[in-house]
């Protein structure tokens, strides 16, 4: 079973009764409306931190119901109030992040009877120089766009009083749910809702849409009379047509009322009876009808959708249903009571299927009610997830909803873990495993119901793979391949690409399985009656290959070469093939000779003995420098050429630099210098102080005293005022490549560590003594070693005291830049001097009191 850690933080809330308002909106004790996405938002998480924890204690419930619903509405009242200090710019971008677009904002204000115009200040002069400033106030329009739907109060500071962030880990539980990522199927369809879903206000309708109040038609006459009128449907659902008087239009849908105007027309318009006049109605605005949407859903509450908005449209609003409601059983209901019916949402979902959705009326209820037996499938299926089962359904079905079994799926056997029956539950048996072959099943061959609670897991096919036989080593294409009836060695052979030209045709192995103990048996064959050697299942062949078989000779080329190293020895090769292999001669190499070291024997002791073969170099090897050929001496006559020297295994070549030659050695200099940087020694003797002037010498803000010389990550005391004025070069040191010169700045303090009161940096004062320093620190510790305290100065260099019985007769000297460090007492110091002293002292003293007494 897999564990993991999970970390949820939430708020957690105390949460008290809310009355409805005859509008449908929560409200707080006070009477005040609460904003609905507040109220649904304290519902899902309640429900959430139920589903995680099961059950938590509430602390400070006795605070009492009305002091949190009167902080709810004080926090309600301090949200609108900051609405009424937004910019315009402010009231846009929450315009365009409610999801709707500019035209669906001036959709809304339209059917509910506003200006569209209202909004066009805000979408086409936000960003100008001037503003329109007729129309009403900002506050004014706020509360229109509220009225319509569009809530611009940000959520988040609707936080209840009383609030707290309740962080808990999840750590396994002790729970047996293994498939703690599966999720309920659909319930992200309508939680990712975007504007997208909803239906359009405009465009056309069909014959049976029911006209109603808030309605526009658009009536059109042409032939003898050329007439358009916009006819608003009023709230008695009445249309008024000039010269033609009230039309009723209640229950009417567009097909009756088109008959019911054309018999009213006639009696006004005589052409429409001789055809020679024609009229044509459609539909312009559409009205929004408030439905409601209840039970566990999202977001439950009242709703404004178009008048042709289905029960889908309604559900995205809403945010779907959630973990515990129904995908299977949604009802909708008319505002006298009538159930139009229960509707499956899994056909929608799996196929698509819109068939039979109803579309809503003016005060429809849609409710979900609690979600039924819910199966859970995991493994080879397309959409692993939690599964809602209707009776009737089995196996088969619930595949299908979670999109089939995928290729790899094993259909012979699917495994379902049941929760058996409480009245057959016995100590220990509380779940049970079922194995079900998903073919049979689905063939009808075999029956199989699925209960709730039911854990399905398809297993994919095993990874083991049949039918092969495996070849390799000196072939082309080694690997595996079909076994074919009547398959050989030599017909594997030629399936992999044929056998390399150095395979050996005496030994073929041919490695087979013997299935009953699971040992693999050997079979030597040559390749001659290869052809007539048959292979079955598993076997592996492998040929050999001559090169394989030997150990590869090799030659060693080191010195002055640009890759030194060792590289294979090919038959015939010289020493010249071997510094070529090595990339040829590096910058400083001496382009005459080489030498080759040989070993000859080794003694009966293990000393091997070798010899030094000097052989000269041909011109044909390419010389990058630094002298020409032809500016070294020549070589003498008994060396021999490269070319009549053959090298042979264990051999090394070493090139050698040129005579005199000496790779650039580099020091860098920094810090308190005229011109730091890199440089180059000029001599092999060169020093400090050359290095010093070449560089400029020194600025005025130098410190001589605090000069290092870093050689090997290690500092170098040098007394740079010595090695600058001295005569003899005592104090001054020559270089080596890679040193480094650190010039600093004065430092005219000193640092005080180590076991003291507390560690500082003071001034350097002229003639400051050591116990002045670590006076100024606060003296030493409890814990300190008064006889090892050290001066580190800023060249690098330590000068420590020096203490006889208990006295410093040896003091370092404190210079600018130095550092004062007290250890800390070891703890076991062996033989303490001052100790023995101080007690000697005592056994004297009490032996002279003994004395003088007895005299």
């Known amino acids: 079973m897999l564990v993991s850690t999970t970390r949820y933080a939430l708020p957690f809330r105390v949460f008290s009764h809310r009355s409805r308002t005859p509008h449908g909106r929560a409200s707080s004790a006070s009477g005040r409306p609460v904003p609905m996405r507040a109220r649904s938002r304290s519902e899902l998480l309640r429900s959430s931190l139920w589903l995680v924890v099961g059950s938590l204690t509430i602390v400070g419930a006795s605070e009492g119901l009305s002091a949190q619903n009167s902080g709810s509405g004080q926090q309600v009242r301090e949200a609108q109030e900051a609405l009424r200090n937004l910019s315009r710019e402010e009231i846009l971008r929450r315009m365009r992040a409610s999801g709707l677009t500019e035209a669906q904002i001036r959709d809304r204000l339209r059917q509910a009877g506003y200006d569209p115009a209202l909004a066009d200040r805000y979408f086409d002069e936000v960003g100008t120089d001037e503003l329109d400033e007729t129309g009403p106030a900002d506050q004014e329009f706020l509360q229109i766009l509220q009225s319509v739907g569009i809530d611009l109060i940000v959520q988040d500071t609707l936080r209840m009083p009383g609030d707290t962030l309740v962080t808990f880990e999840v750590d396994s539980l002790d729970t047996e749910e293994p498939d703690t990522a599966l999720t309920v199927f659909g319930l992200d369809v309508f939680r990712r809702r975007t504007n997208q879903f909803e239906a359009s206000p405009t465009g056309p309708v069909g014959p049976n849409y029911p006209v109603g109040p808030g309605d ?10 050329q007439e358009a009128y916009r006819l608003g449907v009023t709230r008695e659902g009445v249309l008024v047509i000039p010269e033609v008087g009230q039309v009723s239009v209640n229950g009417l849908t567009v ?16 052409g429409l009876r001789r055809g020679t006049t024609q009229f044509d109605l459609s539909l312009g605005r559409l009205r929004t009808n408030q439905i409601y949407v209840v039970g566990e859903v999202t977001r439950p509450g009242s709703y404004r959708i178009s008048s042709v908005g289905t029960l889908l449209e309604a559900l995205y609003e809403a945010g779907g249903p959630r973990e515990t409601g129904s995908f299977r059983t949604v009802l909708v209901r008319r505002s006298n009571g009538l159930l139009v019916g229960a509707f499956d949402l899994y056909r929608y979902l799996t196929a698509g299927e819109t068939a039979g959705i109803p579309r809503l009326q003016e005060g429809d209820v849609v409710f979900v009610p609690p979600v039924g037996a819910q199966v859970w499938i995991d493994g080879e299926v397309l959409r692993p997830a939690i599964y809602e089962a209707q009776s009737g359904e089995g196996l088969p079905e619930l595949i299908t909803y979670a999109g089939g079994l995928r290729p790899t799926a094993r259909t012979d056997m699917i495994r379902i873990e049941r929760i058996v029956p409480r009245s057959q539950r016995v100590m220990g048996r509380e779940r049970i495993v079922l194995d079900a072959d998903f073919d049979a099943v689905a063939e009808g061959r075999d029956t199989l119901s699925v209960r709730a609670g039911d854990r399905i897991e398809v297993y994919p096919v095993l990874e083991e793979r049949r039918g092969w036989v495996e070849i390799d080593g000196a072939v082309y294409k080694p690997g595996r391949y079909e076994l074919r009836d009547g398959s050989t060695v030599g017909s594997l052979v030629d399936r992999a690409g044929g056998a390399l030209p150095d395979a050996l045709d005496a030994t073929v192995h041919v490695n087979s399985l013997d299935i009953t103990d699971g040992s693999r048996r050997l079979a030597r064959v040559p390749m001659s009656v290869a052809a007539a050697v048959s292979l079955i299942e598993f076997d592996r062949v492998t040929l050999f290959g001559r090169d394989s078989l030997l150990t590869p000779d090799s030659v060693g080329v080191y010195g002055f070469v640009r890759r030194p190293g060792r590289y294979p020895l090919a038959v015939g090769a010289s020493p010249e093939d071997a510094i070529l292999l090595a990339g040829g001669l590096a910058f400083g190499a001496d382009p005459r000779r080489a030498e080759v070291t040989r070993l000859v024997s080794t003694t009966t002791d293990g000393v091997s003995v070798s010899t030094t073969i000097e052989v000269g170099l041909s011109n044909e090897v390419p010389y990058p420098g630094p002298a020409t050929r032809a500016e070294l001496p020549a070589l003498d006559s008994d ?6 020297v053959v090298l042979a295994e264990g051999d090394e070549v070493y090139v050698r630099q040129v005579p005199q030659y000496r790779r650039p050695r580099r020091v860098e200099i920094t810090g308190e210098v005229v011109t730091p940087g890199t440089y180059v020694l000029e001599r092999m003797d060169e020093t400090v102080s050359s290095l010093v002037r070449r560089a400029g010498g020194l600025t005025s803000r130098a410190s001589a005293r605090g000069f290092r010389l870093i050689r090997d990550g290690i500092t170098v005391g040098v007394d740079l005022d010595e090695a600058l004025t001295g005569q003899d070069g005592t104090f001054d040191p020559a270089l080596r490549d890679g040193d480094r010169l650190v010039v600093p700045v004065v430092d ?34 409890a814990d300190a070693d008064k006889g090892r305290i050290s001066v580190e100065y800023a060249n690098g260099t330590r000068r420590t005291v020096r203490r006889v019985l208990g006295i410093n007769v040896s003091e370092p000297e404190i210079r600018p830049g130095s550092t004062v460090f007290v250890p800390e007492a070891q703890e076991d110091r062996g033989f303490d001097l001052d100790s023995a002293l101080t007690r000697a002292t005592a056994v004297l003293g009490t032996l002279a009191t003994l004395v003088i007494a007895l005299r």
């Open 216 to 225: 526009e038609l658009i009536l059109v006459l042409t032939g003898d009379v």
């Open 639 to 644: 060396v021999l050429p490269s070319v009549d």
């Open 255 to 270: 097909g009756q009322l088109e008959r019911t105007l054309s018999n009213r027309l006639s009696g006004v318009y005589s």
């Open 748 to 781: 005219n303090t000193v640092l005080v560590a180590g076991a003291v009161v507390f560690e500082t940096r003071i001034v350097y004062r002229e003639g400051m003594a050591l116990g002045d320093a670590i006076s100024e620190a606060g003296g030493v510790s």
